[in-house]
């Protein structure tokens, strides 16, 4: 009997029901020689301190290094404490039984650092010794499954991806066990104050910028606008220097009502440029990319985007959501056209599919170079049905990107008008000539929403203009923005350095804080240590995410860039680097990041009264 083993069990029913499998049993489905079973996510997790003997929380056992990692079965709690989930017991009878009567063995876990390491423990901790084939889609489509298990691979092939994640779990461990006690204990043992390798970083992020905000002194300026007459167009020109002093400015400004009033030509045109610029579409999505693209779009969080993404690609209507990629290989490509033609029907999209079938598509999504384990997300080419409006939503972002990722270019005129009147001016527009990829959503071009004119009239240098109105400005200099979700992720790309460029940011995913698959969950997790809130949609830290940070915010545990290099070495380790070397600097780091917390949170436990969120008026 070939045993197929899934991540959960409504994965596993679906392959059943492709291979015609429908014999119910408890806990898996039997037919055509073959029995599917599953996991339910992680069954089995790193085991606690007291199993190494370190037992309660004491100064003199850290840091808790054990020389060898023990697995555990997924506990839950009750009114007993922490118990053993007994569902997750059976089950692993279950998989015991069928894995000593399998002839043959085949791993159908989601096929990423993740699913290898959930079919690896349960692995290990059975004591299982038979050899394995993997099963590596990126698809759930029939088709997709069918030819996936006409090309298993061999178990070994993925050997180094284990490595990497278990890792990941043991390095996840040592730090936020160690790092945790240490804080909890210096604090005097009031409450539990978690930190880990990705979340107190991240925390660090969220509790700056918010008191970058909180501490901005707002700086009044002035600008100086005028309002020019081109045969009765009228437009606008601001003075392109910002004057701090009002007197300064009160003085220009006289010089200007001079001249307006002086003369019927008040403005002197010094200056025309008109330059084309092509814009590029974007790359396909990633699963980070459409996160931020459905918190701006609809607010979702990241943790709904990655549920209905996951639900989407159950259905077969989508490509695996947990990819790091988005590019595709030329092999991918050859089925985008018939995916674009299939389209024409859409109610939104249709006129813009018709279109891309009659020109040659753009290729920039397209580098088999760029694609790691799975490729961009894209839709598969099925037809949805009864889907809920989230799900349609999520759904039509994926449908859209693909369609502007293979249009043609945005191509815009910018143009910039020079005024000399007592001083100098500057007008702005930008025109688009032709809408290219923006066309998909038809929505406003983010370069025009701050401009002050939707159009610039057709002017000459020398030419001389009337100026009917003209006006002092006094403004104030502002903050950053707080972070939301699609800020934040987009931030932990690049482990917090700002950088706009998409290709940029996205060649230093691999040095990000976390995974495209984690983010969400970070987020999540901070939010349930209440040590940050959602307010509207920003992310605000509460008073007991600020005390943390205040502790932290000078320790390598709150360096967003070390653990963004630790990501790295984690993909590193996937290409056959060292585990060895990686364990070596984990444990030394364990050991310094324990010994700074041991002294620094004396005086914490008075500052933790009920979490509140901090506001920012």
């Not at 019927?264 to 990633?286: M, S, W, Y």
């Not at 384990?373 to 949805?384: F, K, N, R, S, Y």
């Not at 969400?520 to 949609?537: D, V």
Request: hydrophobic letters at 35%; proline letters at 5%.
């Amino acid at each position: 009997m070939k045993i197929v083993i899934a991540e959960k069990p409504s994965v596993g029913r679906e392959l059943a029901k492709v291979f015609g499998a429908t014999t119910k049993k408890d806990g898996y489905i039997e037919g055509k020689g073959y029995s599917f079973t599953w996991a339910f996510g992680h069954l089995l997790q790193l085991a606690p301190p007291q199993e190494y003997g370190f037992i309660g929380w004491r100064r003199q056992h850290l840091p808790m290094l054990p020389k060898k990692f023990k697995l555990a079965i997924r506990k839950i709690k009750t009114k007993d404490g922490l118990v053993e989930d007994p569902g997750v017991r059976k089950q692993l009878d279950i998989i015991k039984k069928l894995f000593d009567e399998a002839t043959e063995i085949i791993v159908a876990t989601d096929a990423g650092r993740e699913g290898e390491l959930i079919f690896r423990y349960i692995y290990y901790f059975l004591k299982c010794k038979k050899p394995f084939k993997r099963l590596w889609i990126s698809s759930q489509t029939d088709e997709a499954i069918k030819e996936g298990f006409r090309n298993l691979k061999p178990g070994t092939d993925y050997d180094t991806l284990f490595n990497s994640a278990h890792c990941r779990s043991e390095s996840d461990w040592l730090v936020g066990m160690n790092a945790t006690q240490a804080l909890s204990i210096s604090a005097g043992n009031r409450s539990v104050l978690s930190l880990g390798r990705v979340q107190t970083p991240t925390l660090a992020m969220i509790c700056s910028r918010y008191l970058e905000i909180k501490n901005f002194v707002p700086q009044l300026y002035y600008q100086l606008a005028i309002q020019l007459d081109k045969d009765g167009q009228l437009f606008k020109a601001i003075s392109v220097n910002n004057f701090d002093k009002k007197e300064e400015a009160e003085e220009v400004f006289a010089k200007i009502m001079d001249v307006a009033s002086g003369t019927p030509n008040g403005g002197k045109i010094v200056g025309v440029e008109a330059k084309p610029r092509k814009e590029p579409p974007p790359l396909l999505h990633d699963l980070s990319s459409l996160q931020q693209e459905a918190n701006k779009r609809k607010g979702f969080t990241a943790d709904q985007t990655l549920n209905l993404l996951q639900n989407l690609y159950e259905r077969k209507l989508v490509t695996y959501p947990r990819t790091g990629s988005r590019y595709i290989g030329d092999d991918v490509f050859a089925g985008v056209p018939n995916l674009i033609a299939q389209l024409k029907v859409h109610p939104d999209f249709g006129k813009q599919a018709e279109f891309l079938t009659t020109i040659a598509l753009n290729k920039r999504s397209v580098n088999a170079k760029k694609v790691t384990d799975h490729h961009a997300v894209l839709p598969t080419g099925e037809t949805p049905y009864q889907l809920s409006s989230d799900q349609q939503a999520v759904y039509d972002m994926v449908v859209g990107r693909m369609l502007e990722a293979f249009h043609q270019e945005c191509i815009k005129e910018i143009t910039k008008i020079s005024v000399e009147a007592g001083s100098l001016f500057v007008a702005n527009g930008t025109v688009i000539r032709s809408a290219g990829w923006r066309s998909v959503f038809n929505e406003t071009d983010d370069e025009k929403k701050d401009e002050e004119n939707p159009a610039l009239p057709k002017v000459k240098k020398g030419e001389e203009l009337p100026i009917p109105n003209k006006a002092l400005l006094e403004k104030q200099t502002k903050p950053k923005a707080m972070y939301n979700e699609a800020s934040l992720l987009k931030a932990l790309e690049t482990s917090g350095k700002d950088i706009e460029d998409e290709e940029l940011r996205y060649a230093m995913k691999d040095s990000g804080l976390g995974t495209p698959a984690t983010r969400a969950a970070i987020i999540e997790t901070l939010i349930s240590r209440e040590y940050i809130a959602r307010e509207k949609r920003n992310l605000v830290p509460t008073q007991k995410g600020l005390a943390v940070y205040d502790v932290v915010k000078d320790h390598k545990i709150a360096q967003a860039e070390l653990t963004g290099q630790w990501e790295k070495r984690l993909e590193e380790i996937r290409s056959g680097a060292s585990v060895a070397e990686f364990k070596a600097e984990i444990t030394d780091y364990t050991r310094a990041i324990t010994n700074e917390l041991l002294q620094a949170g004396s005086g914490l436990a008075e500052k933790f009264v009920a979490p509140a969120v901090q506001k920012v008026e």
